[in-house]
């Protein structure tokens, strides 16, 4: 059964009417068993969590340290899935390429299967609390930090860390858990702090090296 992706708005309906998310990936594996599912398949497979659900689907495979590639392709459309949060859009839009993509059965069953495994203490310590930060303004706030971590997940071996602000931002938003997208707000702040202040440094340590060559 499809669930429909218009009609609710995202910030009414009833926590207690929620899938939970294990049960929501591991249905969409099992939709997928034989041919997969294309992106455009999987979005219209989700409820009025897409956002989130979205953002979360593109950033687990991101979590593989020193990956490169994917994380360049994934980054677009979490870009532009957050740009469309940040301005308020209802619905989720992207690209008809990306939507044509289609992902194996295999990479939706270990999909399923690492969120059951590895990630099902997010879900268990996450609930309803802090909405301001998670409904309504909280989830433009939320954006904001997933813009901001998206930006960082494109370079080559950095992928890590913005995916788990994004994996935090992203849970936040589906399970309605202000504290989780606090918690991602602050790995998304620190990381792209770290980047900064490293090349800040590498910039003067190169202007150093410069004016101690001769001739220079």
């Avoid at 997010?122 to 813009?147: D, H, N, Q, T, Y």
């Amino acid at each position: 059964m499809t669930l429909p992706l218009t009609g609710t708005p995202r910030d009414q309906q009833s926590d207690d009417d929620r899938q939970d998310l294990a049960h929501l990936l591991r249905r969409l594996a099992d939709d997928g068993a034989s041919n997969g599912l294309t992106v455009a398949e999987i979005r219209d497979r989700l409820d009025e969590r897409a956002y989130g659900l979205l953002v979360l689907i593109l950033a687990i495979p991101c979590l593989v340290p020193g990956l490169y590639g994917v994380p360049q392709v994934v980054g677009l459309a979490i870009l532009i899935l957050a740009f469309q949060l940040l301005l308020g859009r209802e619905e989720p839009w992207l690209p008809r390429w990306f939507l044509n993509l289609r992902a194996r059965a295999s990479w939706l069953e270990g999909m399923a299967d690492f969120t059951e495994k590895r990630l099902g203490w997010l879900e268990r310590l996450s609930r309803p609390r802090l909405k301001a930060f998670s409904v309504g303004p909280g989830e433009r706030f939320a954006a904001i930090f997933m813009i901001l971590s998206t930006l960082t997940i494109v370079l080559p071996m950095t992928n890590t860390i913005p995916s788990v602000a994004l994996t935090l931002l992203a849970v936040g938003l589906i399970q309605r858990d202000g504290l989780f997208v606090l918690g991602g707000a602050a790995v998304a702040t620190a990381w792209l702090g770290l980047l900064t202040a490293v090349g800040v440094g590498l910039l003067i340590g190169a202007d150093w090296a410069l004016r101690l060559m001769p001739g220079m």
